[in-house]
């Protein structure tokens, strides 16, 4: 499960675009480290996570490398958690889970729903397998979105401001769950938030105005880290990092 991703010299330009989204861009992605982007929205944040996915046309300008650290292809390697939490709404929570497994095979084993029980009591949601996504609280959708996640086992995980949606309190609560089931998991997290990038990240960047990323400072703690004193000075300082690349 210990893998890390470089991108190099990625640049993409969609099709029809004046100019391009990004050029020249280069990331790595520690092994089993939480890395966070931050920026403001149309900066090219999504269109970075979606080429590391290998979700981008071939209609539109593409280049650069990426690269694994074991040398192995990237592909099918990555599972993907997005803002919405994109549950089938005619299937029950543990089919769900299991959707993968499902649509790769077209059954789904004793074995692998013994996998998502287990999942899902490891992420508070025990007694709820039968219940439809419209009968549950957003925070508790999300949950089941990061179970059905997790059930993929990809070492790679590629997570678009999945909890952007959530009230404060079930935000945190959600961030402590991801950090604690994702520790041996490569991640990217896309966010616009300063405070949740300082809370989760092993490393931050910001997209910078030039369209490069530029790496900022963290607290000394480990992640997930505790919303006090220190954590509000270094979101202060983000904030005004913010304000001056992006006017």
């Known amino acids: 499960m210990s893998i890390c991703v470089q ?3 990625a640049s993409l330009q969609y099709a029809g675009a004046a100019r391009a989204t990004f050029s020249g ?3 790595n992605l520690p092994a089993k480290k939480w890395t966070c982007l931050l920026g403001p929205s149309g900066c090219g944040k999504t269109s970075l996570l979606r080429l590391l996915a290998g979700l981008i046309d071939s209609s539109h300008q593409l280049s650069g490398e990426i690269s694994c650290s074991d040398g192995l292809s990237i592909d099918n390697r990555i599972s993907y ?9 005619w299937l029950n929570v543990l089919d769900n889970v299991c959707l993968k497994a499902r649509l790769l095979t077209g059954k789904v ?7 998502a029980r287990q999942l899902l009591e490891q992420l508070n949601l025990s007694g709820i397998e039968k219940s439809l996504p419209d009968q549950l609280s957003g925070g508790m959708r999300q ?21 952007s949606a959530l009230d404060a309190v079930n935000r945190y609560k959600l961030q402590n769950l991801a ?19 300082l809370r989760l990240g092993d490393q931050l960047y910001l997209f910078s105005a030039d ?11 480990l992640p997930p880290r505790a919303v006090d004193a220190e954590l509000g000075h270094y979101q202060q300082s983000l904030l005004q990092k913010m304000q001056v690349q992006h006017g």
């Not at 958690?81 to 709404?89: G, K, R, S, T, V």
């Not at 950090?179 to 990038?197: F, S």
């Open 7 to 9: 991108l190099s010299d």
């Open 25 to 27: 861009l280069n990331l």
């Open 81 to 89: 958690m997005a803002q919405q939490d994109l549950l089938l709404p």
């Open 109 to 115: 084993s004793a074995a692998q729903q013994h996998r």
């Open 143 to 163: 949950r089941v979105a990061l179970a059905r996640t997790l059930m993929q086992d990809t070492p790679i995980v590629l997570m678009d401001e999945p909890f």
């Open 179 to 197: 950090a604690q089931v994702l520790q041996d998991r490569t991640v990217l997290l896309i966010t616009h938030d300063p405070q949740e990038a």
């Open 211 to 221: 369209q490069q990323l530029l790496p900022l400072p963290l607290p000394d703690s």
